[in-house]
C-alpha cells in the first residue's frame, strides 16, 4: 500500500518565522500527494496537492511544499508563520483504489 | 465553491443504538469515502464507494457498519449497534476521478 509518514507530532515556531511541516512518502510508482489542514473542531480543509509538473507547488494561505524524488519527501512550508496557522496538518498520498492514507499528523504551534 | 455536507453535525446516542449520519457529495463527483477520527488523531479510512457498490473498506467496517446511497445524491453510514469506541469524528469526501477530494465538515459521534 502507499503511505506517508509524518516525523513530527508537534512543531512549534514564533510568528514571522519560517514553518516547515515534514512528510516523507512511500509509494510504487508515481505519487499523487496532498496536504489538508484541521482547525480545532472543524473539518479538513484542502491546502495543496502534487499530483505532476512543477515540484514547487503552491497552495492556499500561502502555504507551498517541495516534491523532491531523490529524498521521497513532501515537505510544507511558509516562509513566515502568522498565529492563526495553528492547526493540526496532515500529508496524505492517493493509494489504490483512489482513496486517501492519511499521516498521524502534526501540531503546528504559532505563538505570538 | 462546491461543497460535501455532512448531518448532523454532532449526534449523541446510547450504546447499542443504530445511528445514520448522512452526507450529500458534489454531484458530478463519483468516489466516495467515509473516514473516522477519534478526537485529535490520525484520519482514518473507513469505506470508498463508486457505481453504487463499496469498492473498497478497511478492518475497522466490519459487520456493523454499512453504507447506501439511497436516491443517488445522499451516501449514509449506518452504524447498527453503537460501542463506546464508535465515538468520533466521521467525516465524508467526494471526488472525481481522485485528483481532488472534498471533505464535509464532519459529524462528531459521542456513544453514551
Known amino acids: 500500500a502507499q503511505s506517508v509518514a509524518q516525523p513530527e507530532d508537534q512543531v512549534n515556531v514564533a510568528e514571522g518565522n519560517p514553518l516547515t511541516v515534514k512528510c516523507t512518502y512511500s509509494?510504487?510508482?508515481?505519487?499523487?500527494l496532498f496536504w489538508y489542514v484541521q482547525y480545532p473542531n472543524r473539518g479538513l480543509q484542502f491546502l495543496l496537492k502534487?499530483?505532476?509538473?512543477?515540484?514547487l507547488v503552491k497552495g492556499s494561505y500561502g502555504f507551498e511544499a517541495e516534491f523532491n524524488k531523490s529524498q521521497t519527501s513532501f515537505h510544507l512550508k511558509k516562509p513566515s508563520a502568522l498565529v492563526s496557522d495553528s492547526a493540526l496538518y496532515f500529508c496524505?498520498?492517493?493509494?489504490?483504489?483512489?482513496?486517501?492514507?492519511f499521516g498521524a499528523g502534526t501540531t503546528v504551534t504559532v505563538r505570538a | 465553491e462546491p461543497e460535501v455536507t455532512q448531518t448532523p453535525s454532532h449526534q449523541v446516542t446510547q450504546m447499542g443504538q443504530e445511528v445514520i449520519l448522512r452526507c450529500v457529495p458534489i454531484?458530478?463527483?463519483?468516489?466516495f469515502y467515509w473516514y473516522r477520527q477519534i478526537l485529535g488523531q490520525k484520519v482514518e479510512f473507513l469505506v470508498s464507494?463508486?457505481?453504487?457498490?463499496?469498492?473498497?473498506k478497511s478492518e475497522i467496517f466490519d459487520d456493523q457498519f454499512s453504507v447506501e446511497r439511497p436516491d443517488g445524491s445522499n451516501f449514509t453510514l449506518k452504524i447498527r449497534s453503537t460501542k463506546l469506541e464508535d465515538s468520533a469524528m466521521y467525516f465524508c469526501?467526494?471526488?472525481?476521478?481522485?485528483?481532488?477530494?472534498?471533505f464535509g465538515s464532519g459529524t462528531r459521534l459521542t456513544v453514551v
Open positions: 454531484s458530478n463527483h463519483l468516489y
Open positions: 464507494f463508486y457505481n453504487n457498490e463499496i469498492s473498497e
Open positions: 502534487y499530483i505532476t509538473g512543477d515540484n
Open positions: 509509494v510504487s510508482g508515481n505519487p499523487y
Open positions: 496524505a498520498v492517493r493509494d489504490y483504489d483512489y482513496k486517501l492514507s
Open positions: 469526501a467526494s471526488s472525481q476521478q481522485g485528483y481532488g477530494y472534498t
